[in-house]
């Protein structure tokens, strides 16, 4: 351990702290702007390129960058001094000389990183003269990219690099046209980006958001010829409140749904029913393709890959495309939503399904991207017409003056808002996958499964592999969370260095409840975790727990959809990625 003082305090801490960090840990804040770090997921951004940490230390003739140094034996630290403090204002002084100006209607206003520290240093004056890029905004249709604001923190790029092994953003340039962009300033959609959203979740400035559609939302809301239900992901439930100053991981469900109704929706849904219906396809699915592998039938496709996060088709697509088959060819949850509402529901209202509006509120900003696919278009209307993050429905809550914590209790309509526990998990890493595997279980066996726990499938590895067995057939599955981890699996698996029979891919770290649209952790990955373990929380407390037990799905299929991977399940509830 190493004893050092910062600010006349005594601190000790672990040889190869950063003087940063052993401040922070001490209750000592020292403002940073391109530093973050997240242990539990590996990533870790500390290029020193802001300097707005700088501090200054006994014996040395000049400020250092306090992220980057570590702390030495007897150092003597000092974070406030007026040296220090007129240092760290020209810095950021200088920063925003070539920051646009336009914080009014800014991606980020409220939330951005860099105008908390202008707020903070009480700047009114801009002193130096600096050259504005002039980029125009970029939009695709998850992810607008307004890069004349980047400062050059590289989080994104440590983001896209590192963690999800993308490579889509670089530095490129020099002095003030310096910038993160893309190869040949091309449109994310042109490039291999796979629409994740990481680098949004740790951008601190308006370089980087989601592209709204709360205004097209509003619209359609005041439209009398328009129908508009909406669909609620398992994830949002968990983070919502945060953006209403409630802990991480507390279910909001009740309250979440009479907000919605307030809103004006024709119907509030779940998500949830949709993917107790995906399990009852992709555990059909791959129950066939497990005994059709057993017979020693060719060309079976295993592993089964999930395919619930589009993030993760698309980079299936781009980098592995020899893989694309191993998909399931289940719809995700969202889009099942989708095909049932315009199909079954609209039906029963006897609504014309191109006067029904299809909303969801995912966690992620790659479900807009799959929400626009055209394999999930049928006679030119799509199953989804768009999706809205958290961080949108936050702030179009609070636009309309709705406070959620002062709703009363509601519940979801019927039968599309019927779920149990095991749809609930699918919003966290590993959750599909437990789901599947409870179905599977008892539909292979023909027995009930006495516990319901695939806790080796839990937790925040970044790879989980189990083996289960059932009825003498011993199922080897895996679980990975992140982009780059997920590569590091397909590389065995090509190599044939590992088999598995079925594989959970999410593309976030921790699964949905860190999705690129969920509200901003600002590198506290505990946050993260905690939303997971609110969804667990849930799955205990449901009155049913495995999907095939969902009284409203099983009606479905008695009443309207037939057989899983039946005729007309599979037209409606199926798909073929053709990218
Ligand atoms: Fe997810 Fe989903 S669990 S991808 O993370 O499968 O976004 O929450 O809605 O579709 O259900 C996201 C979350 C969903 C879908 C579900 C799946
Ligand atoms: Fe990289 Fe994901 Fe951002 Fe695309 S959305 S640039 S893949 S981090």
Same mark, same amino acid.
């Given at each position: ?235 949002? !439930? ?15 469900? %009740? ?68 893989? %694309? ?17 315009? =199909? ?46 958290? !961080? ?55 027995? %009930? ?11 925040? =590895? =970044?790879?989980?592999?189990? =083996? ?7 199922? !080897? ?64 407390? %449901? ?37």
């Amino acid at each position: 351990m190493i004893r050092l003082k910062i600010d006349g305090k005594l601190v000790v801490a672990p040889e190869g702290t950063t003087i940063l960090n052993a401040a922070l840990k001490a209750g000592i804040y020292i403002p940073h702007l391109c530093y973050m770090e997240m242990k539990d997921i590996g990533y870790k951004n500390d290029c020193a390129s802001c300097r707005i940490c700088v501090v200054q230390v006994k014996g040395m003739n000049r400020l250092i960058p306090s992220c980057s140094t570590p702390i030495k034996e007897g150092m003597e630290v000092v974070t406030n001094s007026s040296e220090v403090m007129h240092k760290r204002r020209v810095v950021l002084e200088l920063m925003l000389s070539d920051h646009p100006k336009d914080c009014l209607i800014c991606g980020k206003n409220g939330n951005c990183e860099l105008q908390k520290l202008a707020i903070s240093f009480g700047i009114r004056e801009m002193r130096f003269a600096g050259k504005e890029g002039k980029h125009d905004k970029q939009h695709s249709v998850s992810i607008t990219r307004d890069i004349t604001k980047c400062i050059m923190c590289r989080r994104c790029e440590t983001m896209c690099g590192e963690i999800q092994t993308c490579g889509i953003l670089t530095g490129v340039d020099r002095g003030f046209d310096v910038i993160v962009n893309t190869a040949f300033n091309k449109n994310l959609l042109e490039t291999n980006c796979t629409m994740c959203g990481q680098c949004v979740a740790v951008c601190p400035v308006g370089a980087l958001y989601e592209t709204d559609n709360t205004f097209r939302l509003v619209e359609d809301l005041m439209n009398p010829k328009k129908k508009v239900i909406v669909q609620v992901a398992p994830a949002v !439930r968990v983070a919502i409140g945060e953006l209403f100053g409630i802990a991480p991981g507390v279910d909001m469900t %009740k309250k979440l749904t009479t907000a919605l109704k307030r809103l004006g929706f024709d119907g509030v849904f779940d998500t949830n029913f949709a993917a107790d219906v995906t399990i009852m396809e992709e555990a059909t699915e791959l129950k066939e393709r497990i005994l059709a592998n057993l017979k020693g039938e060719k060309d079976i496709k295993l592993p089964l890959f999930t395919s619930c996060c589009p993030a993760w088709v698309r980079f299936v697509e781009l980098n592995y495309p020899e893989f %694309k088959d191993n998909l399931s060819s289940t719809k995700s949850p969202q889009q099942i939503f989708g095909a049932i509402a315009k =199909e079954f529901w609209a039906k029963e209202k006897e609504i014309d399904k191109k006067d029904l509006v299809c909303v969801s509120i995912m966690p992620c900003t790659a479900k807009k991207y799959e929400a626009s696919r055209g394999e999930f278009t049928r006679d030119g209307v799509a199953d989804v017409d768009y999706s809205i993050t958290t !961080r949108e429905l936050g702030r179009l809550l609070k636009q309309y003056n709705i406070n959620l914590l002062e709703m009363p209790d509601g519940e979801f309509d019927l039968p599309l808002g019927e779920s149990t526990g095991a749809a609930d998990i699918f919003g966290r890493t590993g959750g599909v996958l437990e789901a599947a595997v409870r179905t599977l279980y008892e539909w292979i066996s023909h027995g %009930k499964l006495e516990n319901l726990d695939f806790v080796p499938l839990r937790g925040f =590895e =970044e790879v989980r592999t189990s =083996e289960i067995e059932v009825e003498g057939i011993k199922l !080897r599955v895996a679980v990975a969370h992140g982009l780059g981890a997920a590569r590091k699996l397909l590389e065995e698996i090509k190599a044939g260095r590992e088999y598995f029979d079925a594989v959970e891919v999410m593309a976030c770290k921790g699964g949905c409840v860190g999705g690129g649209g969920q509200p901003y952790h600002r590198g506290d990955f505990d946050i993260v975790k905690k939303r997971a373990e609110g969804l667990q929380e849930i799955d205990y407390h %449901k009155e049913f727990r495995e999907s095939h037990e969902n009284p409203c799905v099983i009606d479905l299929y008695e009443t309207y959809l037939g057989k899983p991977n039946g005729e007309l399940a599979h037209r409606l509830l199926h798909t073929h990625y053709i990218n």
